[in-house]
């Protein structure tokens, strides 16, 4: 349980810190905040099935978790049409 809601917070710190950088309005927070915490949960399921557990805190490798979840938000950031 602990491990979701380290996943949680993960993802939505890297997705209101991608909106804080470049800007974007407020209308689009849930949309980026989905695909922060999409993209968080894809890095965790491929580091644990890849056993790339760097940088493990509390079961939940963070660093992939953080890379998972920018690579969503920059792709997010590419489509979105405004």
Avoid: D, K, Q
Avoid at 10 to 38: D, E, H, K, N, Q
Avoid at 46 to 54: D, G, I, P, R
Wanted: hydrophobic residues 60%; glycine residues 10%; charged residues 5%.
């Amino acid at each position: 349980m602990s491990t979701f809601i380290l996943l949680l917070l993960v993802g939505a710190i890297c997705s209101f810190a991608f909106v804080t950088i470049f800007g974007s309005s407020s209308r689009s927070i849930p949309f980026y905040l989905l695909a922060g915490v999409g993209g968080a949960l894809v890095g965790f399921v491929l580091a644990t099935l890849l056993s790339w557990n760097w940088l493990l805190v509390g079961g939940l490798p963070v660093f992939m978790t953080a890379l998972g979840s920018m690579v969503f938000l920059v792709l997010a950031h590419r489509i979105r049409f405004e």
